[in-house]
């Protein structure tokens, strides 16, 4: 029985050690976490296009099947202009696009009976030979069929929302019939470019806020709760295209292992391609062909006509294509919300509130497991003697391989996760081999790490002593990646930083070594009195506390006293975490004194 307390007493203090250590690192992980925002902006577009890779084998196209892009590009300008009488060469519509083009657009459109149509064309100057009464007749066209139409303007509080005056009243004043809705449709850009986040409720002020235009499509005339769509929207962009023959879009699919190579090799641009996510369809073919599969991309739908024009500023970049129109924003985002509804994915912003502590808490889950996971590999080492692949001095053969096996499971899960999605998705094959890929691998390095490497050629032992070592070493960034993807399933938060978090991981790696270094030093008693000095200060400053109402006067004395409490206290942790320092590394330490 005495052996036995004696045991649970070592074991007891061992894990007060190991938990007084990860609380250390977290605590430093989260404090970089969460002050250094400008490497998660460097970040973000590689995490943007590996979490989308994962997230988009489950994002379902039950949005994209219910909105169409019809985009007037700018061969249009040519393919729509009829011949030149005179010497019968192609012509070429004027730019800006005239409104007789749009009112004959819009009387197809018609024919077609859409759901909505959202026009994204602003109109705001008035044009010799523009007819402002055609472009509005065609206009209350669509609204007498029960189609409700919304003309965008970047400019929501100004008179008229910006747009020309005799959109609203004619010459002499007298107010027209309005039969349109004005939609704000202003975006900004990340620090980096990149259009991450759409505001559902834009406007010039708090109390000026309007539904904007994909949230004032998906409503279609009901009432919603603005408070619901308060949040901005952490816009979640497809990054697989449409089927060819449901779209104008010339893209092809890309499969997930072709993504990965691109990724791998050329970085996170390398997936960017003019490959926009929604179904997509030429005001060319719109005019010019009656076939069922323009009819399906039509009837029925969100309908959001915009322009792709050289030289004009209407392009944007997304995290996961190049350079794209405008207009495929709104559309993205509406396909959000019709996948989404109010809980679509919110823009992650870290405060006390009580509707923002789940973001918190999510932040300090995924640091918490990585830390928990960085800590378990740094065990695995400990347990070998030394690193040039010396073999165990600790453990047995079956008790390496359960920790193996065990620091190797995200690779397994993260596999699962996304084989499932390929599975979902229609590539059954590929998600079969991709599972035994990641199988093999695993096995092959288990085998190489603990005993079993004896049984391999010499050859294959090197390749996979390498290869097991850097599975385990690595494993928490396949761990970032489960643990973000699941996130992003779960709860309404938009695609989590991962490579954020795996860096700073990795930074923390590099503050244990240093912590580790310390504690050695202080345990052979070479700061020990420095840091008993500072004890001496921090009372030292407590005490001058009662000469602050001679000095200064009464009045400061309060804040002065809080001030050298706050400096002797903060003085008093950092040296007591020190003095600590050799207790908490104490397994690190004693092996090494071992191994020396």
């Not at 892009?69 to 004027?94: H, I, Y």
């Not at 979640?236 to 449409?242: D, F, K, V």
């Not at 081999?433 to 050629?457: K, N, T, Y």
């Not at 489960?482 to 930074?507: E, H, I, M, T």
Request: proline share 5%.
């Amino acid at each position: 029985m005495p052996k036995f307390l004696l045991r649970l007493r070592r074991l007891s203090v061992s894990w007060f050690s190991e938990l007084a250590r990860w609380f250390l690192l977290c605590a430093i992980a989260g404090v970089m976490f969460f002050s250094l925002k400008g490497v998660g902006e460097t970040l973000s577009p590689w995490s943007q296009a590996t979490v989308s890779l994962l997230t988009n084998l489950y994002y379902p196209e039950s949005g994209r099947d219910q909105v169409t892009v019809l985009l007037f590009r700018e061969q249009d300008l040519s393919s729509l202009a009829p011949r030149d009488a005179q010497t019968g060469l192609p012509g070429k519509l004027p730019f800006p696009v005239p409104y007789a083009t749009h009112v004959e657009t819009l009387n197809a459109l018609g024919n077609r009976s859409p759901r909505a149509v959202l026009i994204d064309f602003s109109f705001i100057d008035v044009r010799a030979g523009d007819n402002v009464e055609e472009l509005l007749e065609a206009i209350c066209e669509l609204a007498d069929q029960g189609i409700p139409v919304y003309l965008a303007t970047f400019y929501f509080w100004q008179p008229y929302h910006g747009l020309r005056q005799d959109l609203f009243a004619n010459a002499a004043g007298k107010a027209r019939r309005r039969c349109f809705n004005v939609v704000p449709v202003a975006y900004s850009p990340e620090g980096n470019g990149l259009v991450q986040t759409y505001s559902l409720l834009q406007g010039g002020g708090k109390n000026s806020l309007r539904p904007s235009a994909a949230l004032s499509l998906y409503a279609d005339g009901q009432a919603l709760d603005p408070a619901r769509f308060s949040d901005r929207m952490d816009l979640i962009w497809g990054a697989l295209p449409p089927r060819p023959q449901h779209s104008d879009s010339p893209c092809q699919p890309v499969s997930l292992l072709q993504s990965a190579m691109r990724l791998a090799k050329d970085g996170p641009r390398a997936l960017e391609r003019d490959c926009p996510y929604s179904n997509t369809l030429s005001v060319y073919s719109l005019w010019n062909e009656s076939s069922d599969e323009v009819d399906a991309l039509v009837r029925d739908k969100y309908i959001l006509y915009g322009g792709a024009f050289l030289g004009t500023d209407d392009w944007l970049r997304s995290p996961v294509h190049g350079t794209i129109p405008g207009v495929y924003l709104h559309a993205m985002a509406l396909d959000n919300l019709l996948v989404f509804a109010d809980d679509y994915k919110r823009v992650a912003e870290h405060s006390l509130s009580r509707d923002r502590l789940g973001v918190v808490a999510a932040d300090a889950a995924i640091i918490g497991f990585g830390v928990a996971w960085y800590m378990l590999i740094s065990r695995f080492r400990r347990l070998r003697g030394g690193s040039g692949g010396v073999r165990y001095t600790q453990g047995t053969c079956w008790q390496q391989s359960w920790r193996f096996a065990g620091l190797t499971m995200p690779y397994l899960f993260l596999s699962i996760f996304a084989g499932g999605g390929l599975w979902l998705a229609g590539s059954q094959v590929y998600a079969v081999a991709q599972g035994v890929l990641v199988v093999l691998l695993l096995v092959f390095g288990g085998l190489a790490i603990d005993e079993g490497r004896e049984r391999l050629p010499v050859p294959l032992r090197k390749i996979g002593l390498m290869l097991g070592e850097k599975l385990v070493e690595y494993g928490w960034v396949a761990l970032m990646a489960l643990l973000c993807s699941v996130v992003f399933q779960v709860w309404n938060f938009g695609p989590r930083n991962f490579w954020a978090f795996a860096a700073f991981l990795g930074f923390t790696q590099l503050i244990d070594r240093h912590l580790l270094r310390l504690a050695g030093e202080i345990k052979v008693s070479r700061l020990r009195k420095k840091l008993r000095f500072s004890w001496l200060k921090a009372g030292l400053l407590l005490a001058g506390a009662g000469v602050m109402p001679y000095a200064f006067g009464v009045s400061s004395f309060f804040v002065g006293l809080l001030a050298v409490h706050m400096t002797a206290v903060g003085l008093a942790l950092l040296a007591g975490a020190a003095l600590l320092l050799p207790w908490i590394y104490r397994n690190e330490l004693n092996q090494a004194r071992g191994g020396s």
